[in-house]
């Protein structure tokens, strides 16, 4: 993200309306769009909004969903029944329809996409945290760690949140493949970044209507869009195989 | 009358491969079974016995390798093609694993994976399968026959889950079989009660054992011939009354002493780990009695008076 | 090391779990349970598995709570005590568990596992004086420092066994109580922790509570014996007399387990 507009050679927002709909060549390598602008710049200036949305959406909506599954599965009872029929409840709405009502009531703007897909995610993160915290206490080092007198705070925080955290990540990490395409489903509603923003689901819809003279304008995008979330899959993939070696050390245990 | 011998094993060293190197779990090691009989492994943890029953099972993990041989009735099965080997497996070498928890198949019915043994390997007729499934069941002492061939295995109590892989072992009436560690973690009520049924399925079938443990109660009440194992090697093996009446070798007599019942009489130092193996003789870091000699010679196996009683101690017999 | 006078005294204990669909069914863990501990005192709390015997250790260590009954110790309800008597009755009774390796905090490196109580109750000044502390117990327990920058599943049974009880004996405490610490490890390893906790006992005077299956174990370890069985206390007598002189019927055929016999000629079908 930062080397990339290091590469871009042209103003991702300078209009030329004479150098319109070019096709890919030497000097625009994915060609221009319909206003005369460098498509590969703005689909890499683009990416800093996709991807930059996408990782505080994860982050922010991961903080408060562990915050409150850890918080249900420690305290269990009364306080863990609320709090997961509030999850349900949640999770029990279509992501985007959702997301649409909160941009509906918010307004337009990137802020507000950031806070319509946090509200849809964060219950994800707290389920799957909750259970973790289930797990994790039902081991005998919790047991151990009450037994030579650690108080709940400090269980929370040393016993349980660094044995849950790993899981966390690696769900976040492969979240934020389908967190960009959600915004992108956004964007090219017309909801969230706004015009002339350089946005990847809104460059789609831009281009929608040139795709039979000017294909490059919506591919690119959208090709950038689809490797990025492969990308990230890998990484969280990755991340998942180096927190959990666990099989490879049983062969090395006999 | 003389009864053949049905596992030979010849110079066999398995080795595991680790991110460092290799590591040698099982040492040039040379035993033979015969029909019938009953021959203990005793060995801590890591002293390489559970490398050995799986190697002669070939469930040994990928990063393995044998070296040697392994004849059974003459036949080499280490280099045996897996296809002809699958026919010997379940239907004359078999096993009964360490933990009955995790060794039935959680989704199908207790009676159905005891069936299945023998649809594999004697016949594949379904009524005769569970004919003896049953039968097999009624001379474990399982309970509530025929509704608990049933059931699945988390229905079942510890004890009879181990039962039903005593069952599921000597369905196809193999002719030799090895038990890992059958009373691991067992209270003493379900120990006996397993020691019991095993010794019960043995007679009844003549199989040979390979009964591998950490438990001396159990290798005097079901073994003929006993041989105790450290850091990979045999160390003392002999028949079963003969050695733990009269151990040779000072790791036995330790660990012999060590028993609760003798007083518990540890033994100092801790077991090498396979990648830190002592020179010369083995157990010397940890042997009252050990000189300079013991410190650069590797014993072989010595005779002692009595026939097949043998030590790897260079002092053995003095 | 003596701190005085221990005395826990179960009175009446019952802890039971409700299951079935309206929680109509009652299943009795430990039922009516009464018995005291003197300071100094070994006591073997025998029986099979499933009797109860584990229960008990929880219960004595807070880790479960009684439905009926009261634990007391030293004249206090242990379950009435304020935030800082709970403290001190924590280091005041603690636990060896039965399976070391799974005991410890698996993200935290061994250092800071043994180091941890002497941080929870301040018993060093500063990292100096901690390490210090910790160099003085790993010694005294056989122990190497390279253990210290490992992580739990990276050393052996008998090594964690150690730190823990290791980490147990730097808060001195008046009771011991023992959940089958040596069940899940090797005859040698076994004799080895068997020797450290009897040193332990000998030296601080601390009491004991063993709770084990092994009659042998417990018949080593222990001056008196409680025999348990489906939640319910058969039997308490000194060691020699339960061996010599069982008076329950249950008593008498877990004795006679003791002696082997030839296994071919006891079956029964």
């Known amino acids: 993200m930062t080397v990339g507009p290091s590469l871009c050679t042209h103003d991702p927002n300078a209009v030329k309306y004479s150098e319109k709909c070019i096709s890919p060549c030497a000097e625009y390598p994915f060609g221009t769009d319909f206003s005369g602008r460098c498509v590969l710049c703005r689909v890499i200036y683009g990416a800093h909004i996709s991807i930059g949305v996408a990782l505080v959406v994860v982050v922010v909506g991961a903080f408060i969903g562990v915050t409150v599954g850890i918080v249900a599965g420690y305290a269990g009872g009364a306080v863990d029944s ?20 909160v941009l509906g009531t918010l307004g337009n703007g990137t802020i507000n996409q950031i806070i319509a897909l946090t509200v849809v995610r964060w219950a994800h993160y707290a389920r799957l945290a909750r259970g973790e915290t289930l797990t994790v206490m039902n081991s005998d080092y919790i047991q151990a760690a009450q037994a030579i007198g650690n108080s709940r705070l400090r269980i929370i925080v040393s016993y349980i949140f660094p044995n849950i955290i790993g899981q966390i990540i690696v769900i976040a990490t492969l979240s934020i493949g389908p967190v960009i395409l959600a915004g992108a489903a956004l964007s090219y509603l017309g909801l969230g970044a706004q015009i002339p923003s350089p946005e990847w689901g809104l460059m789609i819809n831009g281009g929608k209507e040139y795709i039979r003279q000017a294909p490059w304008i919506t591919l690119a995008p959208g090709m950038a869009a689809v490797l990025t979330v492969f990308a990230f899959n890998l990484l969280g993939e990755g991340i998942g195989d180096m927190i959990d070696p666990r099989l490879k050390e049983k062969a090395e245990a006999d | 009358m003389d009864s053949k011998i049905l596992i030979q094993t010849d110079h066999l060293y398995v080795q595991f491969a680790i991110p460092n190197g ?9 035993l033979s079974i015969k029909e019938g009989e009953v021959l203990c492994l005793v060995g801590e943890s890591g002293c390489g016995k559970s490398a050995f029953g799986n190697s002669i099972l070939r469930l040994l993990p990928d990063n393995a390798t044998l070296q040697g041989h392994i ?4 036949k080499d099965i280490v280099r045996m093609p897996e296809k002809e080997f699958r026919l010997l497996r379940g239907k004359e070498i078999a096993c009964i694993p360490q933990s009955a928890a995790t060794s039935l198949n959680p989704l199908i019915e207790c009676g159905k994976q005891v069936d299945e043994v023998y649809l594999l390997h004697k016949e594949k007729n379904k009524s005769a399968a569970r004919k003896n499934t049953l039968r097999l069941f009624k001379m474990l002492g399982l309970p509530r026959l025929p509704e608990l061939a049933g059931d699945y295995p988390h229905e079942l109590s510890g004890g009879m889950k181990q039962r039903v892989l005593v069952a599921m072992g000597t369905a196809a009436e193999p002719k030799f079989i090895v038990v890992d560690e059958p009373t691991k973690g067992l209270d003493w009520a379900r120990k006996h009660e397993v020691i019991e049924r095993i010794g019960y399925m ?3 079938h003549n199989s040979a054992m390979l009964l ?4 001396f109660s159990v290798a005097e009440l079901l073994s003929d011939r006993i041989a105790i194992m450290y850091a990979g090697e045999v160390v003392e093996h002999g028949e079963t009354k003969q050695v733990l009446q009269k151990p ?23 077991s090498p780990a396979l990648t830190e193996i002592p020179s010369g003789c083995r157990f010397h870091p940890r042997c009252p009695n050990a000189t300079c000699e013991c ?3 590797h014993p072989e196996l010595q005779k002692i008076n009595e026939p097949n009683h043998v030590s790897r101690c260079l002092y053995a017999g003095v | 090391m003596f701190r005085g006078v221990c005395m826990l005294e179960f009175k009446n204990v019952t802890k039971q779990y409700h299951s079935g669909v309206f929680g109509t069914y009652i299943t009795k863990a430990v039922d009516s349970v009464s018995f005291s501990i003197d300071a100094n005192e070994r006591i073997g709390l025998l029986g099979e598995s499933g009797c109860g015997k584990s229960t008990i250790a929880r219960l004595a260590t807070k880790l479960l709570y009684p439905s009926k009954g009261n634990i007391v110790f030293n004249g206090n309800d242990i379950n009435r005590m304020s935030a800082g008597e709970i403290k001190e009755y924590r280091r005041d009774v603690q636990i060896v568990f039965q399976n070391p390796q799974q005991i410890f905090n698996p993200r935290m490196k061994l ?3 043994i180091a941890e109580p002497l941080r929870l109750y301040k018993l060093t000044k500063c990292p100096k004086e901690e390490k210090e502390k910790i160099d003085e117990y790993m010694s005294m327990f056989g122990l190497t420092d390279d253990i210290l920058s490992r992580y739990p599943k990276e050393i052996s049974g008998g090594q964690a066994q150690r730190i823990a009880i290791m980490r147990i004996i730097m808060l001195e405490p008046k009771l011991i109580i023992a959940d089958e610490p040596t069940t899940m490890l090797d005859v040698s390893v076994q004799a080895q922790i068997l020797r450290l906790l009897q040193n332990i006992m000998d030296v601080n005077k601390t009491a004991l509570l063993f709770v084990s299956h092994d009659l042998d174990v417990i018949r080593a370890m222990c001056q008196k014996i409680i025999v348990m069985k489906d939640g319910r206390i058969l039997e308490i007598n000194t060691t020699e007399e339960v061996f010599e002189h069982p008076k329950d019927e249950y008593t008498k055929f877990l004795v006679g387990k003791t002696n082997l016999y030839n296994v071919q000629s006891v079956f029964t079908a």
Do not use: W
């Open chain 2, 71 to 74: 004849y059974y009735y003459g």
């Open chain 1, 82 to 101: 609320i709090l997961m029929r509030l999850v349900e409840i949640m999770l029990s709405f279509p992501g985007t329809i959702f997301a649409l009502a």
């Open chain 2, 22 to 30: 290799k590591v040698c779990a099982v040492n040039d090691l040379n």
């Open chain 2, 202 to 204: 043995q007679s009844m």
């Open chain 2, 248 to 270: 040779q070798h000072p790791y036995t007599k330790g660990i012999i002493s060590a028993l609760p019942q003798n007083g518990f009489k540890a033994i100092e130092g801790f």
């Open chain 3, 111 to 113: 250092y800071d596992t």
């Open chain 2, 212 to 215: 591998i443990t950490h438990d």
């Open chain 2, 295 to 297: 410190t650069v010679q």
